[in-house]
């Protein structure tokens, strides 16, 4: 199954988005309707109250406990605009009122303590299903008072003095509990209410819809944005290939993140366009070195069986030959270690050895070279141990050496050294030859390179300076050996190889 980045880039922010809305738009909601049920509830638990104090008020002021005389003072709706008044306080009389005013009728008293057209059961104001309604029970559960205007309430003791419940029918009560156990009762109908929240929950409903269309809309445009350097990307390395391989990936005009991934990319490209470079000049050097031992066997071979030769001068042809042919079989074994270390297949036989053993096999047998030269050797150190395979370092110092005799002049000297430093075991082998030039120091374990001849003391030192794989085939054996091999020189003076590897793995 293909999977699409921007597919899942738009499911997510799709994802991501459809769960801020929902719970933006649940919280909301849910705000608003506690909000409008905790004023609903306000207001009725309001009007209970006043009611407690009015029943508490008949209560001191009669004789006989929610007589009905009592009851009838109680109103017989309650309109929001007419609220009950607070109760008399207790050092009030009833009949107090300003010196000269006339004595108010009991229908006025009635008016101006419960309010106008409260007498009848219908009035004016709003609509009858918004006004609250109240009704008084007693301990037993007797109504001692009806306020309601024909809504049915049931008498139901609470559990707790105070309780705000749904009646049913889409309407909102509070259960109060009164002076001498009493309960009272006030609600009002909350259906146009809950009929303008549901109105609010479908606008909240239809502005998310929108919202999260116009999300998704932005996010697959974002999505493509997004992508755009990628593919751009993609373009870019499809376009390169084993032959054309000079192509780069423009990052500026990336973000940071994908420029870092573009500049990744580009460097990946370098070293391969740099790899490519390297095997095309190693495939065509060595080409070059096996040309020349190929063309010496096939021309002594040719002259040789032009006419009748001699004893002698088939001797001589043969051993041309043989000279060639040991030239190319080095070669091909310089060859063969390189490839295998490219590979990784460079099998070493790792055990514990001693560069100081090595060093002094190696000073013996370049001696009678040294000699030749009027090169001194000197060996110095002690016995340093480390964890490597023993034919390829002899292999290693015994170049370093043979380079050092080489190189260096008559009459000049070469010192060996073992030591053990920073952790390491080190073999440091130093000339007193003319030394590197600066330029040529970078590319020194590079393949088939090798320094101006002007340095070898004569023409036989070209040719015996080799193909220019030996450094190269030290630098591989090292670093199979997880080792490093550095050098130092000052044109002029001399130069000196350092080696360094690791000591003897610690018993387990």
Not at 72 to 91: G, N
């Amino acid at each position: 199954m293909t999977k699409s980045l921007r597919l899942r880039l738009q499911l997510w922010q799709a994802l991501i988005l459809s769960t801020v809305v929902i719970v933006f738009a649940s919280a909301f909601f849910r705000q608003l309707h506690h909000a409008t049920m905790s004023e609903i509830d306000g207001e009725l638990l309001s009007d209970a109250r006043v009611l407690e104090g009015t029943l508490r008020t008949l209560e001191a002021t009669s004789n006989d406990k929610y007589g009905q005389d009592a009851l009838q003072e109680l109103p017989l709706s309650l309109e929001p605009a007419h609220r009950l008044r607070p109760p008399r306080r207790p050092d009030e009389r009833p009949n107090e009122r300003p010196v000269g005013s006339p004595r108010p009728s009991v229908e006025n008293m009635r008016r101006d303590r419960f309010g106008r057209g409260e007498l009848e059961r219908g009035h004016l104001g709003p609509p009858r299903d918004s006004l609250p309604y109240f009704a008084v029970f007693s301990a037993e559960g007797d109504m001692l008072h009806d306020g309601t205007s024909g809504v049915p309430v049931a008498w139901r003791a609470p559990l707790r003095p105070l309780v705000f419940r749904n009646a049913g029918e889409g309407r909102r009560e509070v259960l109060l509990r009164g002076p001498g156990d009493s309960l009272i009762v006030v609600g009002r109908d909350v259906s146009r209410v809950m009929h303008r929240l549901n109105e609010s929950l479908v606008q909240l409903i239809a502005i998310g819809a929108a919202v999260l269309s116009l999300g998704l809309i932005g996010g697959g445009w974002l999505a493509s944005k997004i992508i755009q350097p990628i593919r751009q990307i993609s373009d870019t390395a499809e376009h390169i290939t084993a032959q054309s391989l000079s192509g780069r990936i423009d990052t500026s005009k990336m973000d940071s993140e994908l420029q870092s991934l573009g500049g990744t990319l580009n460097s990946m490209l370098q070293r391969l366009e740099a790899s490519f470079e390297r095997q095309n000049q190693f495939t065509a050097d060595a080409s070059h070195e096996l040309r020349t031992p190929i063309s010496v066997l096939l021309s002594h071979c040719e002259l040789s069986l032009s006419r009748q030769r001699s004893g002698d001068e088939y001797r001589s042809t043969i051993a041309t030959c043989q000279s060639a042919a040991e030239r190319m079989r080095s070669l091909v074994d310089g060859l063969l270690t390189l490839a295998r270390a490219d590979a990784g297949q460079m099998n070493l036989q790792l055990a514990e050895i001693d560069l100081q053993t090595l060093a002094a096999q190696a000073v013996s047998m370049f001696s009678p070279l040294a000699h030749e030269r009027q090169i001194t050797i000197d060996l110095q150190g002690e016995s340093t141990l480390c964890t490597a395979d023993a034919g390829r370092i002899a292999q290693v110092i015994a170049n370093l050496l043979h380079n050092a005799i080489l190189y260096n002049r008559p009459g000049g000297s070469v010192t060996l050294s073992t030591l053990h430093e920073a952790g390491c075991a080190v073999l440091r082998v130093g000339d007193t030859g003319t030394g590197i030039p600066p330029d040529s120091l970078p590319h020194l374990f590079d393949r088939f390179y090798r320094v101006d001849h002007s340095r070898s003391r004569q023409a036989e030192d070209q040719r015996r300076s080799g193909s220019g794989l030996g450094l190269a085939i030290c630098k591989s054996i090292i670093d199979a050996h997880h080792g490093s091999l550095a050098v130092t020189s000052q044109f002029g003076e001399g130069s000196q190889f350092e080696l360094r590897l690791p000591l003897p793995s610690a018993p387990t």
